[in-house]
C-alpha cells in the first residue's frame, strides 16, 4: 500500500532534489491564504490539499488575480468537502505562464517487476485516460532496479515522447532526478503532471505526486512522519483501525466483517453481497491475531454505527481458534447486552480447541462460511425491517 | 507424483530460532518434511527445532545438503535473505513474510531471472503435497491425497476452498499458495505449466483476486496450453476502486484495470468455469471428474 504525501510535501520533496517548482506558501485559513497571495504576486493558483486526484474539476483549485478573489477562493475551498475528504490547507502557488504541459512519471510495472520511466507531451489531464485512449503518446522505459536509470534512458523517453528538442536536456534532467527520489525514498510512484514549459524554455513542476511504499517506512523516517500529518484527513474509523494496525476499509452496507487474510475476507464480503447483504466493512486482523486484536477488532466493527450484525470468520493457519474463541469472550463479556449479533464461524488450526473456549450464549455459531454468512446477513435484514 | 516438494526434499529454514520460524520448523516436520538445518546469522552452533543451526545458507547446503529454504526472516531482511537463498543455488525458496519493500522485490526479481532457483511468495502461505511434506505456515490437517492441484494468491482461502474440497473426499497433489504481493517469483502461469506436466494432477483449482493483469494472462496462457479442466475463483468481486483489500497487491485501479469482472470473463472465455462461492469451485471440480 502506499502512503500519499500531499502536494505541499512533495513539492517540498522535489524542491529540496533540484526539480524547479513555482513560489508557493501553505495557509490553513482565509487571512493566511490572502497573505500568502499578495506576498507572491498574482495571478496565483489556491489549491486544495487532499490527497485525491480530479481536485480541479471538483472545485479544489482556482485560479485568482486579485485579493477579493484570493479571499473568495480560499474561503470556498477552505472546509469544503472534496470526495468525501475534509479540506483543512490551501497551497498558494505563483501561476506559471506555460506554453505546453508535459507530463513526467516513474512507477512500479507490476507485471514486470521493474520500474518504469514515462513521459508524455500530453500533460495536464488525466494521464490514465490518455494511457486508454493513446497509449503511443507515452513513452516508457523500464529500469533494472540493480543499475537504476541509465543517463541515455532518461534521453531516449524523452525523445520517445517527442519533447522539444530546446527543453530535452531540461526534462531529462528532471526524469533522472525523480528516478533518483524514486528509488532513495521507497517510492510508489513519482509524478510531475503537468510539467510546464514556458516561453522561455524553463521546465517547472506545477503538480506533483509522491506516493511511498508503506512497507518502507521503517527507513523512511522523515517521510514516516509526513504520514502522520497526511493522514489526519480520512475517515474516523479508518483512523482507528490505523491505530490498531488493520487492514481496514469502510464500505456503506450493514453487515460487519472480521476474518484473517485479505482473500478470505474479500472473499466473505463478496458472499453478504452474494446472499443478498451488504458488506458493511473490510477488516483483516492478519496473521497470528491474538486474543486482544481479536477484541479490538469487534471494538472496531461495533463503532461503525450503520452495522447491525457481525460475521466473525477465521480459518486458522498461522491464527489458532483458542485464541481467537478468547478474543471473543473477551469482548463481549464486558457488554450487559451484545451490542450486535455476532456469527463466528472457526476452522483450521485449534478450532476444536476454541469452540471449547467460545461462550455460544453470546454468539452464534456456524460450520460452514456460507452458512454463517447467510445467518448474519438475515439478522441485519430483520433489524433493518 | 506430486511438483516442487516430496519427502526427499532436504530444507534449511531461514530464522529458525525466531518465534515464527521455530513454531512452523516443527510442524514441518511434524507433517513429514525433511527440515536438515537453520540458517540465522550470529546463531551457528546452535539447535533450534532439533536441528543444526549454520550461520549462512551456504554452510547449511554444504553440512546438510539442503536443497530448498523456506523464509520466515523479518520484511526489513527478507529481501537479503532471499538473495542469500538465490546465491547458494538452491532448488526451491519459500518466502513466507509479509511486508517486504516493493524495491527489494524489485531487484530480487531481477537476480531470480539470472538463477535456476525457484522462488515461491513472498507473502505467501507455501506448498504441500499433501502425505509427503509441507513448506510453510499451511495446516497440514485438512489436506487430504488426491489429483487435484491448487494455485492460490491468498492463504486462507486456499484452505477454505480445500476444505471445500476435502469434505467431499476429494484430495490434492499439490497446493502452492504464490502469494498476494505486486512483485512474486512463482505466477500463476508458472504453477498451470507444473500442474499441466504432472500426470497425476486431472483438475486444478486456480483462486485469483483482484488487482493486476497475473489471473487474465494466466486465462490467455490456459486456452493455448492447457488441457487438464481448471476451475476458478476470483475474491473481490465487491471491492470498491482505489482501496486496497488487505494485500499489497490486490486493489482495482483508477482507471477500471484489475477487476474481478475482467478477470472472471477472461476465464470464462479460456474455458474456465468460475465459481460464485468456493462450493461452487467443489463443484466443477467434482463435475470435471466425474
Known amino acids: ?385 | 507424483m506430486s511438483v516442487l516438494v516430496d519427502d526427499d526434499t532436504r530444507v534449511v529454514v531461514q530464522g529458525i530460532t525466531g518465534g515464527e520460524g521455530k513454531f512452523h520448523a516443527e510442524q514441518m516436520m511434524e507433517y513429514g518434511t525433511n527440515v536438515v538445518a537453520g540458517a540465522v546469522p550470529g546463531k551457528g552452533g546452535q539447535e533450534a527445532a532439533g536441528v543444526p543451526v549454520y550461520d549462512t545458507v551456504q554452510q547449511a547446503v554444504d553440512a546438510e545438503d539442503a536443497d530448498t529454504s523456506v523464509i520466515f526472516v523479518p520484511p526489513a531482511f527478507a529481501g537479503d535473505a532471499i538473495f542469500e537463498a538465490l546465491d547458494a543455488d538452491l532448488d526451491l525458496a519459500v518466502a513466507i513474510t509479509e511486508g517486504i519493500p516493493t524495491q527489494d522485490m524489485a531487484r530480487v526479481n531481477k537476480r531470480l531471472s539470472e538463477t535456476d532457483t525457484r522462488l515461491i511468495g513472498p507473502n505467501c502461505p507455501g506448498l504441500i503435497t499433501p502425505g509427503e511434506a509441507k513448506l510453510g505456515i499451511l495446516p497440514g490437517n485438512i489436506f487430504s491425497e488426491g489429483n487435484v492441484g491448487l494455485v492460490s494468491r491468498s492463504g486462507t482461502l486456499t484452505y477454505q476452498v480445500v476444505d471445500n474440497l476435502t469434505n467431499r473426499g476429494i484430495g490434492q497433489t499439490t497446493a502452492i499458495g504464490i502469494g498476494g504481493d505486486p512483485i512474486i517469483g512463482t505466477s500463476f502461469i508458472d504453477a498451470l505449466e507444473l500442474f499441466e506436466n504432472d500426470d497425476e494432477t486431472d483438475a486444478i483449482v486456480m483462486c485469483g483476486e483482484i488487482g493486476g493483469e497475473d489471473e487474465e494472462q494466466a486465462a490467455a496462457y490456459i486456452d493455448e496450453h492447457v488441457d487438464t479442466p481448471v476451475a476458478g475463483f476470483i475474491a473481490g468481486r465487491t471491492a470498491p476502486p482505489g482501496k486496497r483489500m488487505g494485500h499489497a497487491g490486490a486493489i482495482v485501479s483508477g482507471s477500471g484495470t484489475g477487476t474481478a469482472e475482467s478477470k472472471i470473463s477472461a476465464l470464462n472465455d479460456a474455458g474456465v468455469p468460475v465459481g460464485d462461492t468456493p462450493e461452487e469451485v467443489a463443484d466443477h471440480i467434482e463435475a470435471f471428474l466425474g
Open chain 1, 1 to 385: 500500500m502506499a502512503m500519499k504525501l500531499h502536494e505541499y510535501q512533495a513539492k517540498g520533496v522535489f524542491a529540496d532534489a533540484g526539480i524547479p517548482t513555482p513560489d508557493s506558501q501553505l495557509a490553513s485559513d482565509v487571512d493566511g491564504a490572502v497573505a500568502a497571495a499578495e506576498e507572491i504576486g498574482y495571478p496565483v493558483a489556491i489549491k486544495a490539499q487532499v490527497q485525491v486526484g480530479g481536485r480541479g474539476k471538483a472545485g479544489g483549485i482556482k485560479l485568482v488575480d486579485d485579493a477579493d478573489e484570493a479571499r473568495e477562493a480560499a474561503d470556498a475551498i477552505l472546509g469544503m468537502d472534496l470526495k468525501g475528504y475534509h479540506v483543512g490547507s490551501v497551497l498558494v502557488e505563483g501561476a506559471v505562464d506555460f506554453t505546453d504541459e508535459l507530463y513526467v512519471g516513474i512507477t512500479m510495472d507490476r507485471g514486470e517487476g521493474k520500474p518504469v520511466a514515462m513521459v508524455s507531451t500530453k500533460g495536464g489531464v488525466d494521464i490514465e485516460e490518455v494511457a486508454e485512449e493513446d497509449p503511443d503518446a507515452i513513452a516508457k522505459e523500464h529500469i533494472d532496479p540493480s543499475f537504476g536509470m541509465h543517463p541515455y534512458q532518461a534521453r531516449k523517453a524523452v525523445y520517445d515522447a517527442g519533447v522539444d528538442e530546446s527543453v530535452a536536456r531540461d526534462v531529462s534532467s528532471v526524469l533522472t532526478t525523480l528516478y533518483q527520489l524514486w528509488d532513495d525514498r521507497d517510492g510508489a510512484d513519482a509524478e510531475i503532471n503537468p510539467l510546464m514549459v514556458t516561453a522561455d524554455d524553463e521546465v517547472i513542476a506545477a503538480d506533483a505526486v509522491m506516493n511511498i511504499d508503506e512497507d518502507a517506512l521503517f527507513r523512511q523516517p522523515e517521510l514516516a512522519e509526513m504520514e502522520a500529518e497526511a493522514a489526519s484527513t480520512g475517515d474516523e474509523l479508518e483512523q482507528k483501525a490505523d491505530e490498531y494496525g488493520f487492514d481496514y476499509v469502510r464500505l456503506e452496507g450493514n453487515t460487519g466483517i472480521i476474518g484473517n487474510g485479505a482473500g478470505l475476507v474479500m472473499t466473505t464480503l463478496d458472499l453478504v453481497d452474494y446472499y443478498g447483504g451488504e458488506p458493511a466493512n473490510f477488516l483483516d486482523v492478519g496473521g497470528g491475531a491474538k486474543a486482544d486484536r481479536i477484541a479490538n477488532a469487534l471494538d472496531m466493527v461495533f463503532s461503525d454505527d450503520n452495522v447491525e450484525s457481525v460475521v466473525f470468520n477465521i480459518f486458522g493457519g498461522i491464527t489458532r481458534g483458542d485464541e481467537v474463541a478468547k478474543g471473543i469472550n473477551e469482548a463481549l463479556e464486558q457488554f450487559d447486552e451484545i451490542p450486535k449479533p455476532v456469527v463466528v464461524r472457526l476452522a483450521g488450526t485449534n478450532w476444536e480447541e476454541g469452540m471449547e473456549i467460545l461462550n455460544e450464549d453470546l454468539v452464534t455459531v456456524e460450520q460452514t462460511l456460507e452458512d454463517a454468512v447467510q445467518r448474519a446477513v438475515e439478522y441485519a435484514a430483520e433489524v433493518s425491517e
